[in-house]
């Protein structure tokens, strides 16, 4: 088992549209969760963290996080075409020591 | 504030040669971490500088090191270059010690090794 986990896509929604990525993760003493965005050939863009249960919201974006179930998940309201790129969603380790990268879920949005 | 910068962008070597990448924080930043990336294995932990001291360590081989300066200024070098060192390098800085907290990326470098 993969220590953090995410489809790998690519998920393909209509512009204005909401978009749904999930992440699940193995160590379930961990605190801190991100979402980054990394569109190709470009380094990844913090978008969004989260340390309590329940949502988070920013924007277009909101951040959902259920450590009993060990997920956490990213939704985009009203979906732009220019939010068509790879979703990275990261765990810090329960021992703070390691931050741990999903493999990213590619987001196409077409107009 | 300016970003998070890292030279050089590219670079090309030799199987065998060592590469010393740099990575200036963003100004006020104390913690800076570095990250391999590849198509395959994806966005890899490398380490975490906290003033002047590595706090934290990924699982690489001891050919990949790196050092922080006093002005938070890193650097990551590897030794023995071998052909799957072929990656982008991330270096990220965060405001504060640890990995719990949000981190900022740069550009990147990106090293061939042939």
């Known amino acids: 088992q993969k220590e953090v986990e995410q489809n790998s896509g690519p998920l393909s929604v209509p512009e204005g549209a909401i978009a749904s990525l999930n992440c699940t993760y193995s160590?379930?003493?961990?605190?801190?969760f991100f979402w980054y965005r990394q569109y190709s050939g470009k380094s990844p863009e913090l978008i969004m963290f989260?340390?309590?249960?329940g949502d988070k919201e920013d924007g277009r974006f909101t951040a959902q996080l259920n450590k009993a179930s060990q997920y956490v998940s990213l939704l985009i309201r009203d979906s732009q075409p220019s939010d068509s790129a790879t979703y990275l969603c990261?765990?810090?380790?329960?021992?703070?020591?390691?931050?741990?990268f999903g493999a990213g879920t590619r987001l196409a949005v077409h107009p | 504030k300016a970003g998070v910068t890292q030279t050089p962008r590219y670079l090309i070597k030799t199987r065998g040669q060592q590469v010393t990448l740099s990575c200036s924080p963003i100004?006020?930043?104390?913690?800076v971490s570095w990250y391999q990336q590849t198509p395959g294995q994806g966005l890899q932990f490398l380490f975490e500088?906290?003033?002047?001291?590595?706090?934290n360590k990924g699982n690489f081989p001891g050919r990949f090191s790196g050092r922080q300066f006093s002005n938070s200024r890193s650097e990551m070098n590897v030794s023995t270059l071998e052909l799957g060192d072929s990656a982008l390098y991330l270096c990220?800085?965060?405001?504060?010690?640890?990995?719990?907290?949000?981190?900022?990326f740069g550009p990147g470098t990106r090293l061939t090794v042939t």
């Open positions: 990220a800085s965060s405001p504060l010690e640890g990995l719990g907290y949000e981190q900022y």
């Open positions: 160590d379930r003493g961990s605190q801190s």
């Open positions: 989260i340390y309590s249960n």
């Open positions: 990261a765990v810090v380790s329960g021992g703070y020591n390691k931050l741990i």
């Open positions: 100004s006020g930043h104390r913690s």
């Open positions: 500088y906290f003033s002047e001291t590595q706090r």
